[in-house]
């Protein structure tokens, strides 16, 4: 079955570290997407890639960083920098042109949690 | 204030209801709106897409955008304890997931 998958469901940091969420997709799709979701707050951008090695910081990038040294992977790694990442993170992929009528497909997510 | 305004609910209606869900938003450009149905601890998924004004239907699901009020809904005909999620409403002035902005998400509950 084609589709994203993100990995692990549930990850848990310490103070100090950072720590790497997966993301692969085998549906061919150019670009990738990872985006924070927070209770009352929407959907936010944090990094997105159109093509493989090129990529480009959303809205709330600081503290984030990712690489995409292959099509069907887009791995994200929250630094220590990022004071407050406890959050549901996705993942989502769409072909690069996409029009609003191709669905962007999202994956399961992974929550992480501080502690 | 936010570009686009969702009520996070939590709203809760028997079953056989029609719900209306509704965002509003301060962007005049936007030309491009959207609803995604996200079920707990899962992805989101598209329900509905618009372009422009107008109404579009899909079995229980009617979406209806007046850009002349920047305001969007989301209605759903005879509701089901299956449609027990939170949704979405996202928008764009441009095609591209990257420039999409979402609203914060209402919970709907129906209850048999």
């Known amino acids: 079955d084609g589709g994203i998958t993100q990995s692990p469901k549930y990850l848990f940091r310490k103070e100090g570290q950072n720590v790497t969420l997966s993301c692969e997709q085998n549906?061919?799709?150019?670009?990738m997407y990872w985006y924070q979701q927070d209770p009352g707050q929407g959907l936010r951008l944090i990094y997105y890639s159109q093509i493989v090695n090129d990529f480009q910081k959303g809205d709330i990038a600081e503290g984030y960083s990712v690489s995409r040294e292959k099509k069907e992977s887009f791995p994200l790694t929250v630094t220590s920098a990022q004071k407050n990442p406890t959050a549901f993170y996705l993942c989502?992929?769409?072909?690069?042109?996409?029009?609003?009528?191709?669905?962007?497909?999202f994956g399961q997510g992974t929550r992480l949690t501080v502690v | 204030q936010k570009e686009v305004e969702q009520d996070p609910g939590p709203l809760s209606v028997p079953e056989g209801a029609i719900v209306s869900l509704n965002c509003t938003y301060s962007?005049?450009?936007?030309?491009?709106f959207m609803w995604y149905r996200q079920y707990s601890r899962k992805g989101p998924e598209l329900l509905m897409y618009t372009y422009s004004s107008g109404n579009k239907e899909d079995g229980r699901f009617t979406a209806q955008v007046d850009k002349s009020s920047k305001y969007i809904s989301l209605f759903i005909r005879d509701s089901q304890p299956s449609d027990s999620a939170t949704y979405l409403c996202?928008?764009?002035?441009?095609?591209?997931?990257?420039?999409?902005?979402f609203g914060a998400g209402t919970r709907l509950a129906v209850h048999p």
């Open positions: 996202a928008m764009t002035n441009s095609g591209g997931y990257n420039k999409l902005i």
């Open positions: 549906l061919n799709h150019d670009a």
């Open positions: 962007n005049s450009a936007f030309q491009y």
């Open positions: 989502a992929s769409s072909p690069l042109k996409a029009l609003m009528n191709t669905e962007a497909f």
